[in-house]
């Protein structure tokens, strides 16, 4: 997360300095406040899902589906392939994994950028097995089938 912020942070001093012809170091000493609060209130809602995954993920494991809202116009026909999938899970582990979906209308959707950190393609939907605060497998772009996700839910679940 940390990392993610600070490209974040230089993405927006760089692009400062170019609206404004200055250099960057000139950018972040005159608005160093601005951009502050701007990277702030960016990341303000990730971290609260980030700070609420990491504590679900302390009692069981978490799958998260970060995937198109279903009330938007344009339809994933992957993320509706994928949905069986995450639906057969809920049937066969229950109580077992906690599942957090994300769609990709809201502020939350920036995990997947913070997961994804640049491996494979940024496509949806995005499929994340958390444990214990870390990311244990994530999948990108495709539906995953089920016992795919049990390889991994099963080891960590024994």
């Known amino acids: ?27 972040r000493s005159r608005f160093a406040d601005a951009i502050e609060r701007f990277v702030q209130e960016k990341y303000e809602v990730v971290e609260k899902v980030v700070a609420r995954l990491n ?9 998260l589906n970060i995937r198109r809202d279903p009330c938007s116009e344009e339809m994933c026909m992957i993320c509706e392939r994928d949905r069986p999938n995450v639906e057969a899970l809920k049937r066969i582990y229950g109580e077992s994994i906690t599942f957090y979906e ?12 913070i997961i994804h950190q640049g491996e494979g393609e940024k496509l949806l939907p995005m499929n994340a097995i958390i444990h214990k ?26």
């Open 1 to 27: 997360m940390r990392t993610h912020r600070e490209e974040f942070r230089r993405k927006v001093v760089s692009a400062l300095a170019k609206k404004h012809g200055a250099s960057e170091e000139d950018v």
């Open 102 to 113: 994300i769609f990709d209308s809201s502020p939350e959707v920036a995990l997947y950028h």
């Open 55 to 63: 504590a679900l993920s302390q009692e069981r494991p978490v799958l």
């Open 133 to 158: 605060g870390e990311v244990v497998k994530f999948w990108t772009g495709r539906p995953v089938a089920v016992e795919e996700y049990q390889k991994y839910l099963d080891n960590i679940l024994q």
